[in-house]
């Protein structure tokens, strides 16, 4: 059974920083795009960042330039180092990852981890 495990979220002031992580486990063959998303309450679910195999990104404008998401293959782990915090980047932040296992590449989520930013 394949799992993703986030962890580093929090509360943080503004202007501060947060790392994310989140580590995928089970039985892998490969795990390809790895990306955060966030919903915050009243809203829609909505992509922060997401990274290729290849280390090519890809952000939302409104964290490009405070937010960077990077990954280590051989852990299958990826990160979100957030940077220069504001109140509108409160939500719940989740991991998501298209993960191969034998012949099928299925998309899994994170349980999602809270970062709250206050003012």
């Known amino acids: 059974q394949v799992q993703l495990v986030e962890s580093g979220g929090g509360l943080v002031q503004a202007g501060g920083s947060l790392r994310l992580s989140c580590a995928a486990s089970g039985i892998i063959f490969s795990v390809n795009t790895m990306g955060w998303y966030r919903q915050a309450p009243g809203k829609q679910r909505e992509l922060v960042a997401d990274?290729?195999?290849?280390?090519?990104?890809n952000y939302v404008d409104s964290v490009r330039g405070r937010f960077t998401i990077s990954r280590d293959n051989a852990k299958n782990t990826v990160y979100l180092q957030m940077n220069s915090l504001k109140p509108e980047d409160t939500a719940v932040y989740y991991c998501?990852?298209?993960?191969?296992?034998?012949?099928?590449?299925?998309?899994?989520w994170g349980q999602g981890t809270q970062v709250t930013v206050s003012s």
């Open positions: 998501n990852a298209w993960i191969r296992v034998r012949t099928t590449i299925s998309n899994y």
């Open positions: 990274i290729t195999v290849g280390g090519n990104t």
